[in-house]
């Protein structure tokens, strides 16, 4: 932080000669609340050509980043900070589009702070003397921990819809509370946020579900289910995530639940860590297609899985964290009591190593939402210990024998895949296996077999 600060300085006095140099937004306002900014966001009258001129012969180097938007990136060494020149937007609101059609740059601070969406980021901070100047009455939201708009909320929402998630998003991650005024328009203008990118709603929703973690400082337990309930108000979870919204009101067996769907749901995404709470959100979405195809849940896993696929795609997710998130909620209901065979659940394990963890970690926040209390993984668990410790191979790569090994032995091309595959969950189930003899002994009477 102290290299950060010298840094900031030395780049204010290159500007010193020609203009104030000031941080602005997210990092003022932090420091107010005396919580930590990793992000350097500064500003100042000057454009672009004049920046990198004033730089030309400094350890700062000068990247373009958005020149139509008068950003670049000015960085030194491990020192990395994003300036833009003040300036005025206008959006064309029929568009469609969610960046400004018209932008003009400014030496006026003011029409630079009424561009922005809430009044606790319009916040500047002379970076050589530490003067905040406030212009629309930031400090005070702060002070008051309030999320208000810079300008008109109707002016501001309708210039970008994605404002009313990110509005969700510093209501939960600061745990402040949104304006009277501010929330209604922007529950108005929720309609505006289906319009948006789907890659920008995504990478907001996902640093809504992990607000709790953004600032551990403020020890805000709950932000993420504070954002989760406020865009279900907002009307968002209807709009964005139907197949979750469906879950409202649908009954579970009283034997086994205290909650209705949804609000087990929510139990559920509580309870997760934080890499999990988007699986919490899809694991029981099959549930009211379930009932309506065959009368009971029997089958939800499997219908959730097929719909959380389809809503890791809507959201373009990677293709890893789509099989990742899909696999965990098509097993989350896996039989692991203590009557289920050793060497089954040895095989389960291996077969499913890649989430295994993440699955047990899922189950246990299952748990605790309909039963109140963990344990359901621990089956699992000691498996997963017991198969790290004794060896056990867990990818066909990892056996004592080898494809080659196979071509030697005569082993039909058509057949090797099949039988390392066969080689391998076998040796799940057996440990004794694991041997290169007694793997070749295995390949010889499988191909006896196949023979027979």
Known sequence: MAEKKDK????????????TLY???GAVRDELLGIDCFDVDVCAQLVVDDVKKILSNTDFVVSDRNLRMGTVHISSGDFVCEYTTFRTDSYDVSSGEHTPKDVRFTTDMNLDAKRRDFKCNALYKDVLTGEIVDLLGGVEDVKNKIVSTADEPEIVFEADGLRILRMVRFAAELGFDVEKNT???????????KDIAVERIRDELEKIFVADTKHPELNLKDAHVRGLRMLDDLGLVDMLLPELAAL???????????????????KAFECAPPRLRFAALLH?????????????MHSHAQIGAELADGICKRFKLSNSERKRLVKIVALHMTDVKGDVPKGKLRRFVVENFDVIRDLCDFMDADSIAHKGEAGRADAIRRVVKEIEDDGTPLCVKDLKISGQDLVNMGVDEKTRGKILEELWLDTAENPALNDREKAIDYVENKRKDNRD
């Not at 900031?8 to 203009?19: E, G």
């Not at 409202?248 to 929510?266: C, F, S």
Request: aromatic content about 12%.
């Open 8 to 19: 900031l300085i030395a780049l204010a006095n290159c500007f010193k000669p020609f203009a």
């Open 23 to 25: 941080e602005v937004g």
């Open 183 to 193: 929330y209604e328009v922007a529950k108005k203008n929720a309609w505006r946020v």
């Open 248 to 266: 409202k009101g649908l009954e579970q067996p009283k034997k086994y639940h205290m909650y209705d769907a949804y609000e087990h749901t929510v």
């Open 284 to 296: 029981d979405i099959g549930k009211a297609e379930s009932i309506k195809s065959t009368g009971n």
